[in-house]
């Protein structure tokens, strides 16, 4: 009620506010920009609280977020400093909450001032020369340097690096010469994904970003999700970067590079040339990537498609053991097992729960096995000189591509896994304007794309694509019968932990792709499937604990786990800046390209079936499919 609100005056304008809102939300619900460097939005309080507000453990839920919103405002960097009438010196507007009236200046000549201050003694810090950095044109604190005037070392520079480069995992390069300290890295690893594999240490001039408990970087409890190189303001975190690699590839005559694209960077890699989020540039993005020179482009929508055959027929498998033959090892729910952070988080936290996870390859992992098997057999080509090449918003798919269980056919089924950031400067360096080229369809037999395909790059597609998939299977009905234009909304949308149920009312005769697992569908005629899901590995925490305490998700048949928030549209191998605004634009535009492909379920790709009539003739969760399009959770450990 406005009885309830306080005005705040800032720069003559006046905003109504509840009490507790600091004064940089007050500014920003008045369009008034202040400058920051340790606030990002992702990580103010009542962002921590959105994404977490669908927690099944209410009373859980309300302690972290008293420790959230505590953790979310550092107010390590004093560049939001402001002028309060009435108070002496400057404050700085991320952790000065209102309770009274005030008026408030963010500009002046002592703000100003201050600001150039306060970055000059970071710059006396910062070693490194722009021009080289990977975040030169992106680096927050370079571009407030131009917006204030910081052209000169008053303070002076360091000449030698004080701190050398490490890498967590062999994917994560960290930098400290290049870190100011914003502490974004430590909170989006606690708060957001809830690892905490990052701390600070020491204090005044001696603080530093480490690992928690002092572990070398390389054996730091990290699940490679890189959501902490999406909040590093400047160039003290990257992922390692592979495009020298892949450019040596395509320069080498005796190979044939090929690329697989994800749908989650179509969505975003626009941004890296000026377009607003949510630009599709799929089919532009297809002659790029002839342009820059990769003999064959194909889709992992794909064997995104081939996941959900696999990983459905596993989930049908699973229940029937249960169910009917009563067999206690068929371990439910189910677990989905294509994000390789979510992978890494349930080895490192959850690993009696291994049983459960989907035997399943990812997509990109499927893929690859496929190009050097299948595709390699049909085209007489020699699957040494294939070099598999993946396109992913991912920094752990990197690490996914690298496990020595992924290499089934003989061969490691993905070499290279470029990030949407890589490939975005691979194109430039390429001199390549992506908004203006023409468009380019993907290439046989992979590029004959799917709606289920494409949702895969959203929280909750996964399972929407699952059930469009099973449902229809299992009872031989269309799923519109039930969701209007097939659209699953229930599972859809940004809460931390979501629930669905879909009741099977009645059943069809089953496919004779699948006649090798079940004999009939009469066991689940009237049972009421029930499916979760969770981005973000704080909510992942949240179900695995109402899992072990009995809660209602442990009631679940199946389970999407996203380690990402918003799921791969939010990865952390996306463009920077990406937050809820971005994110939610990034799923308009898969969930509007999903709207435009006439075929949009799994089942019904025909390139799909084809590789089961040719290839996997047996079936999925055949001996041939398991072999190649599936990996053993023993194997994890």
Known sequence: ?????????????????????????????????????????????????????????????????????????????????????????????????????????????????????????????????????????????????????????????????????????????????????????????????????????????????????????????????????????????????????????????????????????????????????????????????????????????FSADLTILEEGSELISRLYKALVLKDNTAALPQFTSCSPGWIKFIEHFYPKYLPNLSSAKSPQQMMGAVLKTYFAEKNGWDPSKIVSVSLMPCTAKKFEAARPEMDASGYRDVDYALTTRELGRMFKQAGIELPKLDKTPFDDPFGTPTGSGVIFGATGGVMEAALRTVFEIVTGEKVESVFDHADIKPVRGFDGVRMAELTISKVGPVPEILSHLVPDFEWLKGATLRVGLAHGTVNAIRVMKDIEEGGPLSQCHFIEFMACPGGCLGGGGQPIPTDREIRAARAKAIYSEDATYVVRKSHENEDVLRIYREFFKEGPCSHKSHELLHTHYKERV
């Open 1 to 301: 009620m406005d009885s309830e609100l306080i005005t705040v005056t800032i720069d003559g304008k006046e905003v109504k506010v509840i009490p507790g809102t600091t004064v940089l939300e007050a500014a920003r619900t008045a369009g008034i920009h202040i400058p920051t460097l340790c606030h990002h939005d992702d990580l103010c309080s009542e962002a921590l609280y959105q994404q977490t507000a669908s927690t099944p453990h209410q009373g859980e839920h309300s302690h972290q977020h008293e420790e959230s919103a505590m953790l979310s405002t550092p107010s390590s960097c004093r560049i939001c400093l402001v002028e309060v009438e009435g108070l002496p010196k400057l404050h700085a507007s991320c952790a000065l909450p209102i309770h009274n009236a005030m008026t408030v200046r963010t500009t002046s000549t002592a703000i100003r001032h201050a600001r150039r201050d306060i970055l000059e003694l970071m710059m006396s810090e910062h070693y490194g020369d722009c021009f080289a950095c990977a975040r030169n044109g992106t680096c927050e604190l370079q571009k407030l340097c131009a917006d204030y005037g910081v052209t000169s070392e008053r303070f002076g520079r360091p000449h030698e690096p004080l701190f050398e480069k490490a890498e967590i995992g062999n994917i994560i390069v960290r930098d400290q010469n290049k870190c100011i300290l914003c502490r974004r890295c430590v909170r989006m690893c606690a708060l957001y994904q809830g690892v905490y594999a990052l701390t600070t240490e020491g204090r005044g001039d001696h603080s530093r970003i480490a690992t928690f408990m002092g572990k070398e970087m390389k054996d730091a409890t990290c699940i490679n999700c890189g959501q902490c190189i999406n909040r590093c303001p400047t160039g003290a975190l990257t992922e390692r970067d592979d495009t020298d690699a892949v450019w040596h590839a395509i320069e080498d005559p005796d190979k044939m590079v090929v690329i697989q694209t994800a749908p989650a960077p179509r969505a975003a890699i626009g941004e890296m040339f000026g377009c607003e989020p949510g630009t599709p540039l799929t089919f532009q993005m297809n002659t790029a990537l002839k342009r820059v020179g990769f003999d064959k482009v194909f889709d992992t929508n």
